[in-house]
């Protein structure tokens, strides 16, 4: 019926399609510069569960070795919990690789348009549909990349 | 008769007899119990699809259709990105509406449910059933003045996303002077889209609605923005001078039916592009164990050129509803303001 980008890390889908106001929280367009894309890959060392976004604190490497933190902005985590997901599951120390752009008040900020394991693989996605964590046994479950 | 045929008819009766003897629960006070937490989420939109036309209704395989389209795309988006990616382009991503061309987040934070929503055994092509087309009326000639306005202003909004203080060459306010002058769901004081109503709409997430019921009031807590709508039942409205985010509702029951009447709102209801003079009628009926159909009837004189009603139902749930504390983490709100800030103070420095 219709045709999606390739690569869009939010739904296009039927909502959005029919000309309903699309809304979120609140505009990206509002938050972030897209003159200043970003690549931030390093360890979590704080995740801020709450609404109306969850923040996701990532120290990254400089080129000259030294780090500073980032704070990632994520979706709401309430539909995370009814899938099961807790604190738990995403743990100071990970190391994830996200894609975005940074705020416009030119903070260690930036939206988490793509947020994955440094495989590639998307955080908190398990079996594809249900969302529930990876247990290997839904045939439809991503493969993980050849390394 | 022949025995087959009796013990056929035996059985289609004993097949139908679950939804005859099905009676609607009651409260002490001899009413529908309606109480209970509802996922309002659905596939169906607001308006209607235009390749659908004046038709209100799906064929199974168009249903079938929708929600395998629905599947492919999360199964897609939940694909492994490239672990060489290097970050987007400068300039933006093009993506559009709110996505500001900076896009959004993972789709795995979306829940808008799965599946396009049923009533009477058969299912919907939108929420809309007056207009038959499906759609809006259209809006008057100021409202679309205003509309054309408001677009022009809040550019970010609705995808133009240049990261410049193009405001400062314009007359008269900006976007971003005043924090009163952002949307009600930046600002935490309404859930986005409607999700609170009235009436009512689904939304990209957090769908849940809870119903607590006695005999003078009917509550609903709607998940986001941890909104309550305190309906008293059997009472006249506020006096004009006092207006709400949500509008002042009252009820009342008709036979079986639940009937909320919404006045006194404020300049900007929830309902998007609705205005003060928004007038919202909801019904709600318990036709099924885990079922309430929920029916609305919208009429804005200022907005559109007539009054326009849907119908969805409120599906009970299991699953928790949970908090929805906004504000207090609400950092993206004085990063918009900051932002703002910044941009116009390069854009004087620019100029001199």
């Known amino acids: 019926m219709r045709s999606y980008p390739a690569v869009v890390p939010i739904a296009f889908g039927l909502f959005l399609a029919v000309g309903v106001p699309a809304s979120a929280h609140h505009a990206f367009g509002a938050e972030f510069d897209p003159n200043r894309p970003v690549l931030l890959k390093g360890a979590i060392t704080k995740v801020e569960w709450v609404n109306p976004h969850a923040w996701i604190h990532v120290a990254v490497e400089k080129d000259d070795g030294t780090k500073e933190v980032w704070m990632v902005e994520a979706g709401t985590p309430n539909t995370l919990l009814r899938r099961g997901f807790t604190k738990d599951s995403l743990l100071p120390g990970t190391v994830i690789t996200v894609d975005g752009y940074q705020s416009k008040d030119r903070s260690n900020r930036a939206n988490g348009r793509d947020m994955t394991f440094p495989d590639g693989t998307k955080l908190f996605m398990g079996s594809s549909g249900t969302g529930a964590p990876k247990d290997g046994k839904d045939p439809t479950e991503p493969k993980k990349p050849k390394q | ?352």
């Open chain 2, 1 to 352: 008769m022949p025995g087959p045929i009796l013990l056929a008819l035996a059985l289609m009766a004993g097949q139908d007899a679950p939804s005859k003897t099905w009676t609607v629960p009651r409260t002490p006070d001899g009413h529908p119990d309606l109480s209970g937490t509802y996922d309002t989420a659905t596939l169906t939109p607001l308006e209607r699809p235009a390749q659908f036309g004046d038709k209100l209704f799906l064929t199974a395989e168009e249903a079938a259709a929708i929600e395998k389209e629905e599947l492919n795309l999360s199964e897609d988006l939940a694909r492994p990105s490239d672990p060489e990616r290097e970050a987007p382009p400068v300039g933006g991503d093009g993506s559009p509406g709110p996505y500001g061309n900076v896009g959004g987040y993972n789709f795995f934070w979306i829940d808008r449910g799965t599946e396009v929503f049923e009533l009477d055994g058969r299912r919907r092509t939108s929420i809309i059933v007056d207009p038959q087309n499906g759609q809006l009326p259209p809006l008057t000639l100021e409202a679309s003045k205003r509309a054309a306005v408001r677009r022009a202003l809040y550019k970010e909004n609705a995808g133009e996303n240049t990261g410049e203080a193009w405001w400062v060459e314009i007359e008269g306010p900006g976007p971003y002077d005043d924090p009163e002058q952002r949307p009600l769901g930046e600002r935490c004081l309404l859930g986005f889209g409607s999700t609170s109503g009235p009436p009512s709409l689904p939304v990209l997430y957090n769908n849940l609605k809870r119903i607590v019921q006695t005999r003078d009031y009917v509550v609903i807590l709607v998940e986001m923005v941890h909104d309550a709508r305190i309906i008293p039942l059997h009472r006249e409205h506020a006096p004009k001078e006092i207006q709400k985010w949500m509008g002042d509702s009252v009820g009342h029951w008709e036979g079986d039916t639940l009937v909320v009447d919404t006045t006194n709102f404020g300049k900007t209801p929830a309902l998007y592009s609705a205005s003060e003079n928004l007038h919202v009628v909801e019904r709600f009926t318990r036709i099924a164990e885990d079922t309430i159909l929920y029916q609305f009837t919208v009429e804005d004189p200022t907005v559109w050129t007539k009054p326009w009603s849907g119908e969805y139902p409120w599906v009970s749930t299991d699953a928790p509803l949970y908090e929805y504390a906004c504000h207090e983490a609400n950092y993206s709100f004085g990063g918009i303001l900051r932002g703002a800030r910044l941009l116009e103070a390069e854009a004087a420095e620019r100029r001199k």
